[in-house]
């Protein structure tokens, strides 16, 4: 699924080239500071727990959801020279949820891997998803014939705070929780120019992160509070466009961007053992509409 909707988004950038037309810069303005909301889809490692006589799950997370997602933006550009200093802090939300009744299920305890007294009834999941962090560094931007070619440094700062709340028969049975703290920096390759003659901007971004991923579990028939953690060095790749218009002289913009995160936690269960970190890859798409202030 996740090759499918990059290829796509391919092929819908390459139908735009011959549409290009380039300029050096498109805006010659010191301070661009802009506010973006928009829809925020997610891609993550799916989330297991309880199993039917069949061996099926009973309640589960499959990491695809629809959120919602803001930006806060600042561009400060030193005119008359190629460099500029670029900000950006942000927000996303996400949740779903999931329920069954079976007459017979068993549900693995995290704290050491036996079953809970959870064995028949109603077994309901709620998943919330907070993404927040910061970007800041320095972009130089070269004039061409093709327009503006820049290439810029970041420090990145990322969390990712996922937390299950099970409970069976109306009762609170089981929280978990899954925090990634991800720090790195991030490499930035752009251009500037028209796109049916709109002023626009393309960004190639590569991220290198030191991601630190910790598991807690809690509840009253755990037997104890189950921690973990674990260390990756995962590595993301992004690519964003943005496209400005302007209505009766307030400046909009549209970005539609695509991030694959090359390693992101889930939780692994053994029988008779505590559960541990597993990782597996993400994806998360953007759809962001912005006011330039």
Same mark, same amino acid.
């Given at each position: 699924m996740r090759q499918v909707i990059i290829f796509t988004l391919t092929v819908a950038s390459l139908s735009?080239?011959?549409?290009? +037309?380039?300029?050096?810069?498109?805006?010659? %303005?010191?301070?661009?500071?802009?506010?973006?909301?928009?829809?925020w889809?997610? /891609?993550?490692?799916?989330?297991?727990?309880?199993?039917?006589?069949?061996?099926?799950? =009973?309640? $589960?997370?499959?990491?695809? !959801?629809l959120g919602y997602q803001g930006d806060l933006k600042l561009v400060r550009r030193f005119l008359h020279t190629r460099t500029?200093? @670029?900000? %950006?802090? &942000?927000?996303? &939300?996400a949740q779903s949820s999931d329920s069954a009744f079976g007459e017979s299920f068993s549900v693995m305890n995290p704290y050491d891997g036996d079953a809970m007294d959870a064995t028949s009834g109603a077994l309901s999941l709620k998943s919330e998803l907070d993404h927040y962090g910061y970007d800041i560094g320095l972009r130089d931007t070269w004039q061409? %014939?093709?327009?503006?070619? +820049?290439?810029?440094?970041?420090? +990145?700062? =990322? =969390? &990712?705070?996922? $937390? &299950?709340?099970?409970?069976h028969e109306g009762s609170g049975l089981l929280e978990e929780e899954l925090s990634?703290?991800?720090?790195?920096?991030? *490499?930035? /390759?752009?251009?500037?120019?028209?796109?049916?003659? $709109?002023? !626009?901007?393309?960004?190639?971004?590569?991220? /290198?992160?030191?991601?630190? !991923?910790?598991? %807690?579990a809690t509840g009253e028939g755990l037997g104890g509070v189950a921690e973990t953690y674990?260390? *990756?060095?995962?590595?993301?790749? @992004?690519?964003?466009?943005t496209t400005y218009r302007e209505v009766r002289k307030v400046r909009l913009g549209t970005t539609v961007a695509v991030t694959h995160l090359g390693k992101m936690p889930s939780i692994s269960r053994s029988p008779n053992s505590q559960a541990t970190i597993a990782m597996d890859d993400g994806l998360l798409l953007k759809l962001m509409f912005e006011i330039l202030l």
């Open positions: 735009l080239v011959s549409s290009l +037309s380039a300029q050096t810069t498109i805006t010659d %303005r010191p301070w661009d500071v802009s506010v973006g909301n928009g829809l889809g997610v /891609f993550l490692p799916k989330y297991e727990l309880g199993v039917d006589g069949a061996l099926n799950p =009973m309640v $589960q997370d499959s990491g695809d !959801s500029s200093v @670029e900000a %950006r802090a &942000f927000y996303g &939300f061409t %014939r093709i327009g503006g070619l +820049s290439a810029g440094c970041q420090f +990145s700062y =990322m =969390m &990712f705070d996922q $937390q &299950f709340d099970v409970t990634s703290t991800l720090i790195g920096g991030k *490499a930035v /390759f752009g251009w500037e120019g028209f796109v049916f003659h $709109q002023p !626009s901007i393309l960004d190639l971004t590569l991220g /290198f992160y030191q991601l630190r !991923s910790d598991y %807690r674990q260390y *990756a060095n995962p590595t993301t790749i @992004e690519g964003a466009f």
